[in-house]
């Protein structure tokens, strides 16, 4: 067993019985959130390349582009609003009057055009600097108030890249101040237009964070101070919520019944993330006589598959029925209904029908899987769906040999030729965000990285439709056609039975519900840095 | 002994060299950073930049050039992950494990001594049973498993100390006595052994015979000699837990080098590890280093061998 299970089941149990309040909680005018990871912990939006970011520079900058804070997916940010242009290769944004950094200079077009700049330099590593890079043509200062992207070609979905909903491309950082104190200076004492004030940092260890004095657009900070805690072990992070040490702290599913036996209240943040499985390399000469060359075979592989057990059971009821690939309930783009009706019949639990459609496929006395089980950073649970998903096919007759693989040895399988992939299904992960086109084009055209239904020297019939159907999304200016060319594609893919979708996982936090009142996070985003400044105290609005 | 040191310090910067070697290939069989810093959706030409942005484009005997030329002038890289000197992010958290280490050792030992001692006088009595059997326990006694139950012991129920983190005096204590127990064991068996093969010494019974006390010769003869083996464990414990506390410093979300350690691995930050690895060698090499004259000085047949 492992150490971290096994650490976490110990303390789980001990939480379950009960205990004394302890003398060491944090004062009442500090929110603390233990986090279980600070990412690189450099205050630099530059400069780190993942999700943790999100935690801790969110408090600190905006982003030109912001949050639907009710549905999830994209709404204003410093850009009260925004329009593309009718050919549709320049995006003008419309800034907010009256921001101000924490310094006191005013928050300006130049600062936008310097931020993004500044994030498609070459020193930058941040996770969208590449494709920043590919998309922007160049930046245009209107006015004080008004900036003008062009684009290298039609980018619907440019504005939605300039938000934290999907990464950190879009945060604003001070010009003046940067281009005064030089880089090294910035992170070092770092200023945004946040809702937060970067007090320190201590490394492997903290952040910490002061309320602005005056209202913000985001909203007031409710607490005088923000503490972001690195504390490693959920066992810990637990322990320390429920002494009141910290006030939220991250978990995994796992921890969830011990939490609320321990008194804590749940947040849980829907559709951060989908669950799939998917095949490898079915175009290819060599996997011609596979079974699972077969649609009928990868549909009946789906219809085994009793996805409200795993809900139930391997995620503690704390997640959800999936959309199509990569789409979730707040997918822009997309006919939301009618792709919801779809996946309550299409991806039910049918094993009659299943079996049916094997032996149809000539495959009724079953046949031989390789099953790569896999879990992307951050989602260790994945495991666990792999191993039900796995039993689920044994009970239809199909001999899975599960290969049990971590990621990082996994993950190089998947580039270039996929030679030890092909004719192999392997579980998967996709992110929570707003539009499906993006992770579209990674998984499904020819060119892109993952290319499961051809790539450009073995581009079938269907490879060849889901180019043309993705190119017709892309380009198209029209929201109704759009969103109609979408349905297409989400429909070829569906309808491939190639990627699946097996459960549409959610964030989930224990709180403390003596150190923070009733707050609702945003949906598809798991990390709570724009929501910090929403939180009431207990006493504002309790738990209910 | 100066030529013996000198001796010793060659044969340091022999093993530095084969250590920085083993360890800049070693790193690199466990993966690519890249994978774990680009998104799901990156393309052949992100991943490039990155590559080329970290320095990891480079063909790998350049890169290893780039790693001994630098180690030899004190710069052992940047951090893939922080973007930092590698060097500078170790140092920053050494500091932490090293407020730690003293007060489990000093701990340790104030126990284990007395202990031993007791138990190797009244060997085969119920005190060195008791003893004994608390050493067994010590040694068995899973950290992680230590640790939560004094978290939940000391935070939960009673309430009467902080359940992880750095902070004020009241922080140390759970980690501190969760490493100390562990350094106790060993310590106190060891010292009870060493004891009782010193007291059947000759010089021993001759002491015994000039009619000294019992408390003189073995707190004052025996003692010093049976300390010897226990120096020499001291600092291998030591140098073992500057960066082996990983456990301990897990579970209370210390930030010492252990968890550094972890954290390069698991982020398969190269420089980091090398750094780490690299300046834990030197650290173990100096500890051993102060222990071999330690144990000279103890010793006189060490110094004139």
């Given amino acids: 067993m492992n150490i971290r299970i096994f650490l976490n089941l110990m303390l789980g149990g001990f939480l379950a019985v009960g205990g004394a309040p302890a003398a060491h909680a944090a004062d009442k005018d500090t929110l603390v959130i233990a986090l279980d990871t600070l990412g690189a912990q450099v205050m630099d939006p530059i400069m780190d390349t993942r999700a943790p970011h999100a935690h801790y520079h969110a408090p600190v900058w905006d982003s030109l582009v912001g949050f639907d804070l009710e549905k999830g997916g994209i709404g204003p940010g410093v850009a009260e609003r925004w329009e593309v242009a009718a050919d549709g290769k320049s995006w003008t944004f419309y800034l907010r009057k009256s921001l101000r950094f924490h310094n006191g200079d005013p928050v300006t077009a130049r600062d936008v055009k310097f931020s993004l700049e500044r994030k498609m330099s070459p020193e930058s590593i941040a996770s969208g600097a590449a494709a920043l890079r590919r998309a922007v043509d160049r930046i245009e200062v209107v006015d004080d108030l008004t900036v003008r992207v062009h684009t290298k070609g039609v980018i619907p979905y440019f504005a939605a890249s300039l938000s934290r909903a999907v990464f950190m491309e879009g945060s604003v950082m001070p010009k003046k101040y940067i281009e005064t104190v030089g880089a090294k200076g910035f992170r070092e004492k770092p200023i945004g237009s946040g809702p937060w004030k970067f007090v320190r940092s201590v490394p492997g260890d903290r952040i910490e964070y002061e309320a602005v004095d005056y209202p913000h657009w985001r909203g007031t900070p409710q607490f005088k101070r923000l503490t972001l805690l690195l504390v490693p072990e959920q066992s810990t992070r637990l322990a320390m919520v429920r002494t009141g040490e910290a006030t939220i702290g991250s978990i995994g599913p796992e921890a969830i019944k011990e939490a609320r036996v321990g008194g804590m209240k749940i947040v849980s943040v829907p559709g951060t993330m989908q669950a799939v499985y998917q095949f490898w390399g079915l175009y290819r000469p060599e996997a011609k006589g596979s079974p699972l060359a077969d649609v009928r075979v990868r549909e009946a592989l789906s219809l085994a598959i009793d996805r409200q057990q795993i809900v139930d059971h391997v995620m503690g009821k704390q997640a959800q029925w999936p959309m199509p690939f990569a789409t979730f309930r707040y997918s822009s783009d997309m006919s939301i209904p009618r792709w919801d009706d779809w996946a309550r019949t299409a991806l039910r639990y049918d094993p009659a029908r299943a079996r049916q459609l094997l032996a149809e496929a000539g495959h009724g006395g079953g046949f031989k899987l390789t099953f790569w089980n896999t879990a992307l950073p951050g989602t260790p649970f994945m495991v666990q769906i792999g191993e039900a998903v796995a039993g689920f096919w044994e009970k239809i007759g199909v001999k899975v040999e599960v290969k049990t693989t971590e990621w990082g040895a996994f993950d190089p399988m998947t580039r270039g030729e996929q030679k030890a992939l092909v004719g192999t299904a392997s579980m998967y992960r996709t992110a929570g965000r707003p539009e499906p086109a993006p992770r579209y084009i990674g998984s499904f055209n020819s060119k892109g990285v993952q290319h499961l239904l051809g790539d450009p020297q073995n581009c079938p019939a269907i490879c060849q439709d889901a180019d043309r159907a993705y190119e017709a999304v892309v380009s198209e200016r029209d929201d109704a056609k759009r969103a109609a060319a979408a349905n297409r594609m989400i429909e070829l893919v569906a309808k491939s039975w190639i990627a699946v979708p097996i459960i549409e996982g959610m964030g989930y936090w224990a709180v403390n519900p003596k150190g923070v009142g009733f707050f609702k996070p945003i949906p598809g985003r798991h990390e709570f840095g724009d929501v910090t400044e929403r939180m009431p105290r207990p006493e504002q609005r309790p738990w209910p | ?305």
């Avoid at chain 2, 060097?87 to 500091?95: G, K, N, Q, S, W």
Wanted: aromatic share 10%.
């Fill in chain 2, 1 to 305: 002994m100066q030529r013996y040191i000198l001796r010793r310090l060659l044969q340091g910067a022999l093993l530095l060299f084969i250590v920085a070697l083993v360890v800049f290939a070693l790193a690199r069989v466990s993966g690519n950073p890249i994978d774990l810093l680009v998104r799901e959706d990156a393309t052949a030409e992100d991943r490039a930049h990155l590559q080329k942005a970290l320095g990891l484009d480079r063909p790998m005997h350049e890169q290893l050039y780039i790693f001994l030329t630098g180690a030899v002038r004190g710069d052992l890289g940047q951090s893939i992950r922080y973007r930092r000197s590698a060097a500078e992010v170790f140092f920053e958290r050494l500091p932490n494990t090293l407020k730690l280490l003293p007060l489990a050792m000093a701990g340790a030992l104030a126990i284990a001594i007395p202990l031993g001692v007791l138990a190797a006088v009244y060997r085969g009595t119920l005190v060195d049973r008791l003893a004994g059997g608390l050493a067994v326990l010590g040694i068995a006694t899973p950290q992680f498993w230590l640790g939560i139950v004094l978290i939940y012991v000391f935070s939960i129920q009673l309430g009467v100390l902080p359940s992880a983190r750095m902070g004020g005096p009241s922080h140390y204590v759970l980690p501190a006595v969760t490493l100390g127990v562990f350094l106790l064991a060993g310590m106190m068996r060891l010292v009870r052994s060493s004891l009782l093969e010193v007291m059947g010494s000759e010089f021993v019974k001759l002491a015994r015979l000039k009619g000294l006390s019992q408390t003189i010769v073995i707190w004052k003869h025996c003692l010093r000699n049976a300390l010897i083996p226990v120096v020499t464990l001291f600092g291998v414990y030591f140098a073992l837990l500057v960066t082996g506390a990983i456990v301990t410093e897990t579970v209370f979300a210390w930030p010492g080098v252990g968890r550094l350690t972890y954290e390069a691995v698991i982020f398969r930050d190269y420089p980091l590890l090398q750094a780490v690895i690299l300046l834990k060698a030197v650290i173990v090499l100096s500890v051993n280093l102060v222990v071999d004259i330690l144990y000279a000085y103890l010793d006189p047949r060490v110094r004139y061998a």
